[in-house]
């Protein structure tokens, strides 16, 4: 049973956008965040919007990446500009448990999604 979904990956070019959505059953109010794995590297947290609608980023992806959430629509978004091929990676969303959250933290959250591939060529 699919809980969370997400869309919007792609192949683009060095410089160019997307803009990832996630929805779903599991879908909530609380804290939610975007991850992403390369091959052979480790799951990292990417951006963060709590209950508030307050957002955090990683350090690698600020001034580029925002996240934003629609609660009428139950869908969380994740808008990518001046991609860089770093960026290609399988991204998921991710529900936390709580109202607030830290993307350092894979505890914090209890549902994921299966994934949405991006990649950036050069």
């Known amino acids: 049973q699919v809980q969370l979904v997400e869309s919007g990956g792609g192949s683009v070019q060095v410089g160019g956008s997307l803009r990832l959505a996630c929805t779903g059953s599991?879908?909530?109010?609380?804290?939610m965040a975007w991850f992403r794995q390369a091959p052979g590297k480790e799951r990292e947290g990417v951006a963060s919007?709590?209950?508030?609608?307050?957002?955090g980023y990683a350090d690698f992806v600020k001034g580029r990446f925002s996240i934003s959430r629609d609660n009428a629509r139950n869908t969380l978004y994740l808008q990518m500009n001046n991609l860089k091929p770093e960026d290609t990676a399988m991204y998921y969303c991710?529900?936390?448990?709580?109202?607030?959250?830290?993307?350092?933290?894979?505890?914090?959250?209890?549902?994921w999604g299966q994934g949405t591939q991006v990649t950036v060529s050069s």
């Open positions: 919007i709590d209950a508030w609608s307050i957002p």
């Open positions: 991710a529900r936390a448990l709580g109202y607030r959250c830290t993307i350092s933290d894979v505890g914090d959250f209890d549902k």
């Open positions: 599991e879908y909530s109010t609380t804290c």
